[in-house]
Structures are given as structure tokens and as C-alpha cells.
């Protein structure tokens, strides 16, 4: 039973916010992946509170859409942004040169342990600490 517990928790991740848009855009490449990983709940998912307010903050945003991230977010750990990944994130943003929001994403992944899975590994790349799953 060991073994079994600890490899469940092998597979950790943090997904970015272009992960759950391109998913619920029911991308091709995205809708398996999140999915399997979604709907494992053996699988700790891991999301920063800016990808929160991101996937919220869309003008033309429906009531079908928003009640399908609703869905989505029952499914994950929404980590807060606490002063430790505020800190992180600004080391990130003025080391990398990455958007802010994105230096958040990646400084919760390294907060969680996790790797983060993007549809865009290249806004992260230049972060060497950072493990990257491109989708």
C-alpha cells in the first residue's frame, strides 16, 4: 500500500491559466490531458489565485462558461497570494523579465513542488528552476 500512496502523489501539478482556457475551448491538445488529470482524484491540482481572477475577468464571459470554471475550480487547490509568493513572484518578474501574473504562476508552482503544465512554455522557459510540461 505504500507504493501505491506514494506514486499517487508522484503526479502533483500546477496548471496555468492558458491550460484551463485552451481546455475549456475544448482544444484538442489540451481536453485529454486536463481531463485525465482532472478527473484523478488522486492527483493534487494546484492553481494560482491569479489564474482565478484571470479566467474570471474576461468581458464576454457567459454564465455557461463561468459555471464551467466554477466546476473546474471544486476540482483544485486555488493557493492563495500570500506574501512569500508576492516576494517570490517579484524576484521572478525582476530576475526573468516575465508579466507579472505569469512571474505569480510560476512562483505557485515552485511553492506547491510542482510542475507547471502551460500551452506556453515559452513565457517560462528562461526560468531554469522552474519544471515546465508543455501541453
Known sequence: MGTRASLAHKFVYTLDT???????QDDPRAVPILQGILDDPAIPVYISAVTEAELFSFPSLTDDEAQRIENILCTVFVIPLDSQIARAAANIRRTYRVKLPDSVVAATALFTGSPLLTCNAQDFKKILTLRLQAI
Open 18 to 24: 492558458n491550460a484551463i482556457i485552451y481546455y475549456l
